[in-house]
């Protein structure tokens, strides 16, 4: 059903802009600047809430074993580097601003692949990149409210989503679902931000933090945990039910209405320059996913996919998180059902000794 689509893409989007604003406004209007615990509580109540759902059949997870989550760690690792550098440099850059110099993950991973596992060069998705990366050096030379810090955090913060989208794309085993490896991200994240809390002066930097008795920092808190967790569920089931192409446009329409709207909500101050890199920015995300259509259109083009029990799309399907991942995923799937089809009427039993 199509309009179910529209609808659930719709809500994706609401809960992707508020749940934006309700961090940057506990970031950057309270000024609770102590990751350690925001991002810990977001994880924590996240683990919880994802760990009854899966038990109340709410969602569906499988039992996580040991050898899964032990080589998933990595991913875990690149999930708290994303989320605590995201932390600090939301806190002190405008979203426009973040989003500019967070599109610049995907050249992380473009050069990532490209160079690990020296996959082939697509022109359009090439420019893509060369724009989005243009973009983000060119913007702290024209930002009129530069912050270094900010900056900093912002590269250490792509730099995590990047390599975490190609650890993601090249994951070998096919025993976790999204779900799964969130919550595995879930539990590694609360265990090491706990355990980081006190080192950092987080812990007593937060005792004495001038909010903590205010209603609106505990409404703001449980707020921006929930809506986390509300997040999760709707990408989740936004990325089951669209191709790859419309899950990104989806994105990409979520991130213009939060950009679009963040002036209205919280004081900025941005330039002609700064405004023109924004643009230009998210016109190289534009074509990204426009890319996406094109390698979805020669992969199906190239497999056939339709000859054998209907459409056996993995990227259809929406279960990946890039055209590479979508075109591996599917040869695997599709190879699988060959198989299985030969070995129904005995074929390779005769054959391939199988």
């Known amino acids: 059903m199509q309009w ?44 919880v809430l994802l760990l009854l759902s899966g038990k109340f059949g709410w969602v569906e997870m499988s039992r996580i074993t040991r050898s899964a989550a032990f080589s ?28 500019t110099l967070q599109n610049s993950s995907y050249v992380v991973s473009y ?7 020296r996959e082939k060069t697509r022109w359009l998705k090439l420019i ?13 030379l024209h930002d009129p409210q530069f912050d270094y810090s900010g900056y900093l955090w912002a590269v250490g913060h792509l730099l995590c989503v990047g390599a975490y989208r190609a650890f993601q794309v090249h994951y070998k085993s096919s025993n976790l679902s999204d779900l799964e490896q969130q919550c595995i991200n879930y539990l590694f994240s609360v265990l090491l931000l706990a355990m980081a809390a006190h080192p950092t002066g987080d812990l007593m930097g937060a005792m004495e933090f001038p909010s903590l008795q205010s209603y609106t920092f505990h409404c703001g808190c449980c707020a921006s945990a929930l809506l986390g967790f509300l997040l999760l569920l709707a990408t989740v089931k936004l990325k089951s039910g669209l191709s790859l192409e419309h899950f990104g446009v989806w994105i990409f329409l ?20 700064s405004l023109i890199c924004v643009v230009i920015s ?24 339709g000859r054998i029990d209907g459409d056996l799309s993995v990227v259809e399907s929406g279960l990946c998180s890039s055209v590479d991942e979508g075109e591996e995923r599917l040869y695997t799937t599709y190879h699988a059902r060959l198989v299985s089809k030969f070995k129904a009427t005995g074929f390779c039993d005769r054959f391939f000794q199988i």
């Open 4 to 47: 179910k689509r529209h609808i659930t893409g719709l809500v994706f989007s609401i809960v992707f802009v508020v749940s934006y604003f309700t961090n940057k406004f506990v970031l950057s209007v309270l000024k609770f600047t102590y990751p350690t615990l925001f991002q810990g509580w977001q994880t924590f109540i996240g683990a």
């Open 72 to 99: 998933w760690l990595p991913g875990s690792l690149l999930f708290v580097g994303n989320i605590y550098a995201g932390s600090r440099a939301l806190s002190r850059i405008d979203i426009p601003i973040f989003f």
């Open 111 to 117: 050069i990532i692949l490209k160079v690990v596992h």
């Open 128 to 140: 893509s990149v060369c724009l989005m990366l243009l973009s983000a050096i060119n913007l702290p």
């Open 254 to 273: 979520s991130k213009i209405t939060t950009m679009s709207l963040s002036p209205f909500i919280f004081y900025m101050d941005i330039n002609t320059p």
């Open 282 to 305: 998210h016109v190289g995300e534009a074509l990204l996913v426009y890319s996406h259509r094109d390698s979805q259109l020669s992969s199906a083009n190239l497999l056939t996919p």
